[in-house]
């Protein structure tokens, strides 16, 4: 249950919304205003929409850089998973899963259900994104950085980077991690601002890496092993794409996602530097003299707000004023947070 800091800025069907960030907790949180007639206008930085749950097209590969796989424990998400799933765009992922310690590879099945977007982890965000999009009352703006908040008289408008203003806006939903929308509103809501300074975010290095042939097979481990959990001092896990669902045909793929601590001390270090310290980290987990196949590409990509430093407590936060905040950070790290806090904000705004 979210503690409120007082009422929301209540919306009725004519009223007008902006959403910063077309991340799963921005895109549910459109879906729901627009699906009872609010007029919603969403706005990324980025090229695509997906935020956290982005993947690298290549040519000869698709590979997940943030989210590599979820679970699904409320009832409310399952439904929705289960939607998706029969939109095709998301499909249970039945993972062979492997902790690698200094005795070896052991399997680390925990009985959970993960799933993946198919064919590619942004596939849900695409999907989301482009069933908002076909609605009357909604739009989403890509490639357009917001960078102030200004309220005026006939409402709320937002400042692109390229000097644009949108609006007014009877309310603006913020669903970017926490430094990014403080420092868009703690000019305007110290309460909520408050908030975002008691969420800080820890950053996170993801290496990927794309060869001509399949990893060698070892010893007592599957032949198709798809995730692997390390307590080495550099990597955290490495992911197979190749066996994720829709991936088949693609040559071996990995993620390679970093330790936490280690992405701290390292968030600005060279990318290319990066991922082959993640590839040898990948290498000290195999038996000794292995030989990797040839690769053809790799790189990494830096995650500046990958997740949050503590669990928190709450949902979504909002104010009278017309500003509110969702996203995963609030509640809990994981994709299915992302969901339920927009949802929820959309309910909670509708009243
Ligand atoms: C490396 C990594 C691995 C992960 N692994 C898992 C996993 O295995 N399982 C799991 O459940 N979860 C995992 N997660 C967490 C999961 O990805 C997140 O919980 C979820 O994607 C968060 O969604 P969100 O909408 O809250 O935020 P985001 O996805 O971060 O969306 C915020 C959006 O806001 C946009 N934005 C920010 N500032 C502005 C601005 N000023 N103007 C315009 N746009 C802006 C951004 O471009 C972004 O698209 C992982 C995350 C990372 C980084």
């Given at each position: 249950m979210a503690t409120l800091p007082n009422e929301p800025h209540r919306l009725t069907q004519s009223s007008t919304v902006a959403i910063i960030g077309a991340g799963l907790s921005g895109l549910a949180c459109g879906h729901q205003l627009a699906s009872h007639a609010v007029d919603v206008k969403l706005f990324d930085?980025?090229?695509?929409?997906?935020?956290?749950m982005s993947s690298k097209r290549r040519p000869a590969a698709t590979l997940d850089l943030g989210a590599q796989a979820f679970t699904v424990r409320d009832e409310r998400f399952a439904r929705k998973v289960a939607e998706w799933q029969a939109a095709g765009c998301v499909a249970p992922w039945p993972t062979s899963r492997y902790q690698a310690s200094a005795s070896g590879w052991q399997t680390h099945n925990d009985g959970q259900t993960r799933y993946t977007g198919?064919?590619?982890?942004s596939a849900l965000t695409r999907y989301l994104a482009e069933t908002l999009n076909a609605l009357p009352n909604a739009s989403i703006t890509l490639e357009t950085h917001i960078t102030a908040l200004a309220k005026t008289a006939a409402g709320w408008q937002l400042h692109d980077s390229q000097d644009t203003i949108h609006g007014p806006f009877d309310a603006v939903v913020i669903s970017a991690p926490p430094p990014q929308a403080n420092a868009l509103l703690s000019a305007w809501e110290p309460t909520l601002a408050a908030a975002c300074t008691a969420h800080p975010q820890r950053g996170c290095w993801a290496g990927w890496v794309i060869f001509e042939d399949p990893l060698p097979p070892l010893e007592q481990?599957?032949?198709?092993?798809h995730t692997v959990h390390t307590q080495h001092p550099v990597l955290r896990l490495a992911s197979r794409n190749h066996t994720k669902p829709g991936r088949e045909?693609?040559?071996e793929s990995i993620s390679l996602i970093a330790q936490l601590d280690w992405s701290d001390v390292h968030?600005?270090?060279?990318s290319e530097r990066v991922v082959q310290q993640l590839l040898e980290a990948f290498m000290s987990?195999?038996?000794?003299?292995t030989k990797l196949p040839n690769v053809i590409e790799l790189g990494a990509h830096r995650w500046?707000?990958?997740?949050?430093?503590r669990a928190g407590e709450q949902s979504y936060l909002y104010s009278p004023s017309g500003l509110a905040l969702c996203g995963d950070n609030f509640r809990g790290s994981r994709v299915e947070d992302a969901w339920l806090s927009g949802d929820e904000l959309g309910k909670a705004l509708l009243g």
């Open positions: 930085k980025s090229r695509g929409p997906g935020g956290r198919a064919p590619r982890m481990v599957a032949s198709a092993w045909h693609q040559p968030i600005e270090s060279d987990l195999l038996p000794e003299h500046r707000y990958a997740q949050p430093a």
